[in-house]
Nanobody
Framework: QLQLVESGGGLVQPGGSLRLSCAAS????????IGWFRQAPGKEREGVSC????????YYIDSVKGRFTISRDNAKNTVYLQMNSLKPEDTAVYYC?????????????WGQGTQVTVSS
């Protein structure tokens, strides 16, 4: 069965850090561009970051640049999103997704999401 599983979410104080993991089973993540998305209550889902096939390129939305870092560990078939200096506005359900061709293409597989709450 092909699936993505996110983990690493939780409750953190403003200024804190979390590392989200996106683990794949049934397929090799290295063959895919991997995106991280988030959806806050009452808001549309937005793309946060993406790493291209073969890690040639990485993308970030402006609001997380300098705070979030996306990376890939092929040996573990896992992609990470390191989130530092977290702000309350980062609170959302975070999803990872895999796209066969590029970060800008349709995504083929989605995880179930992990909740990130930034609050004092």
């Amino acid at each position: 069965q092909l699936q993505l599983v996110e983990s690493g979410g939780g409750l953190v104080q403003p200024g804190g850090s979390l590392r989200l993991s996106c683990a794949a089973s049934g397929f090799t993540l290295d063959d895919y561009a991997i995106g991280w998305f988030r959806q806050a209550p009452g808001k549309e889902r937005e793309g946060v970051s993406c790493i291209s096939v073969s890690d040639v390129l990485t993308y970030y939305i402006d609001s997380v640049k300098g705070r979030f870092t996306i990376s890939r560990d092929n040996a573990k078939n896992t992609v990470y999103l390191q989130m530092n200096s977290l702000k309350p506005e980062d609170t959302a359900v975070y999803y990872c997704a895999a796209a066969r061709s590029s970060c800008l293409s349709d995504y083929d597989y989605w995880g179930q999401g992990t909740q990130v709450t930034v609050s004092s």
